[in-house]
């Protein structure tokens, strides 16, 4: 059994080594599974649109996506297009956050993903240019976005 690696990079568009949209299609990193930021409202679709921003560009690769056979990408519930990032760590947000991991870490032992990466800042927690988060949340979602390298496929 192999133990995943969880790597923490800062998403920068258009570069090879830090653009989710280019790495995931590199052969590279095939066996890695990206996670995004997502909102509520899109949180069960794959769908991207010309306002789409950010790292959540990778939605399309996600396993809402009925034209994948793996899904590659895997959203994590930040916050809402209307209200932006959560401000508190209330019962509705964990549960809201408590999918999404639900959802990633079925994916991880499904298709036996080896590598999980995240978009983070300089303090490798979870990065939040557009939707501006509570400190509490940041240190609930981060936590949860390492605690994926105790799983072992």
């Known amino acids: ?6 790597f923490c990079i800062n998403y920068i568009p258009n570069n090879p080594h830090y653009d989710f949209k280019l790495m995931i299609n590199s052969d590279k990193y095939q066996d890695t599974l990206f996670l995004y930021n997502d909102d509520i409202e899109n949180r069960t ?10 790292n959540a560009i990778i939605r399309k690769y996600n396993s809402f996506n009925n034209n ?36 990633i870490e079925f994916i991880i032992k499904e298709h ?17 240019n557009i939707f501006n988060l509570n400190h509490e949340i940041k240190i609930y979602i981060t936590q949860k976005i390492w605690d994926l390298n105790k799983i072992y496929i």
Do not use: C, E, W
């Open 45 to 54: 679709s794959s769908l991207v649109t010309k306002y789409t921003k950010g």
């Open 68 to 103: 994948l056979i793996k899904p590659r990408s895997a959203g994590i519930v930040t916050g809402s297009l209307k209200t932006k990032g959560f401000t508190t760590l209330d019962k509705k947000n964990i549960d809201l956050i408590d999918q999404s991991f639900s959802l």
């Open 1 to 6: 059994m192999t133990q995943v690696q969880v």
């Open 112 to 128: 036996k993903y080896h590598k999980v990466i995240f978009s983070g800042d300089k303090n490798n927690f979870i990065g939040s």
